[in-house]
């Protein structure tokens, strides 16, 4: 079995899936020739020729405008936007055609299309290089969002979201593309949308994140371990459907909950976590749900980002608040 890193399980994946099915497509700036800005597409070029790898203009309304019409006629389009703050051109056709598509047209046609991107801060990136904008994704009826945290998840979510016949947002954490590796088996395999998974048993606190943060919160969870304090970590992997039931059950055997993501702190998912876990749980809580969240301002350059981003220091603060309360 080979260790992987991220975006190589994203290129595996990708490979895995065009080998297998002669309908998935790739396209984007620079995909092609250039295997991609951070190298997720390298290779697929000369595997694949130019009719399956596709270099597009600079455009990322037309990218997936173009993607929506491949798939409407029976394609699978996996576009790539080079990164997260890029996308906001392609919101119109994200929100107004293809997560509507299949409600417009009463079940008669899907957008089996998937849009990747890295996403977050932490690189030390320019302005809209930065951004974690998951909450608009999330918001819009019709999207699934997947943003896995390491290499099997990252292989096994991509090749499902491939498979799904509606439109899925793959949101890539840029800041451990490749920071480590892991297992991750050679041949195809999926990992099911709409699935959380507990990363780590406790009994005291529940950690909820995703992507990045939560090797953050595994890292705090560490600390609190020599204090005494057993921390359960949940990976959400999917947000948009969001495995709450998971949520629930953790929360309901600890009674104190923290929801940590680096997306400003306003209107981010986390406000939506929490709302849920006190309509459904007020009677079990020992203390209010927190959140640890990035600020409500633009993501700053990089001599500040290490203050903008969650750590598992403003993690362990956190928790000391609603062990204590």
Known sequence: MAKLSIVEAVKDALDCEMERDSSVVVLGEDVGLNGGVFRATDGLFAKYGDRRV?????????????????????????????????????????????????????????????????????????????????????????????????PYDTKGLLIASIRDPDPVVFMEPKRIYRSFRDEVPENAYVVEIGKAKVVREGTDITLISWGAMVRECLKAADDAAVQGVKVEVIDVRTLSPCDYDAI?????????????????????????????????????????????????????????????????DKIKKAMAQVMKF
Do not use: W
């Open 248 to 312: 629930f059950a953790s929360v309901q055997k600890t009674g104190r909950c923290i929801v940590v993501h680096e997306a400003p702190r306003t209107l981010g998912f986390g406000a939506e976590i929490c709302a849920r876990v006190q309509e459904k749980l007020l009677l079990y809580l020992k203390a209010p749900v927190l959140r640890v969240t990035g600020y409500d301002t633009p993501f700053p350059y990089f001599k500040l980002e290490n203050e903008y981003l969650p750590g598992p």
């Open 54 to 150: 596709i270099d597009t203009p600079l455009s990322e309304s037309g990218i997936v405008g173009v993607s929506i019409a491949m798939a409407v006629q029976g394609l699978k389009p996996v576009a790539e936007i080079q990164f997260d703050g890029f996308t906001y051109p392609a919101m119109d056709q994200l929100f107004s055609h293809a997560a509507r598509l299949r409600n417009r047209t009463r079940g008669r046609y899907t957008c089996p299309l998937v849009v990747r991107f890295p996403y977050g801060g932490g690189i030390r990136a320019l302005e809209h290089h930065n951004e974690s904008p998951e909450t608009y994704f999330v918001h819009t009826p019709g999207l699934k969002v997947v943003i896995p945290s390491n």
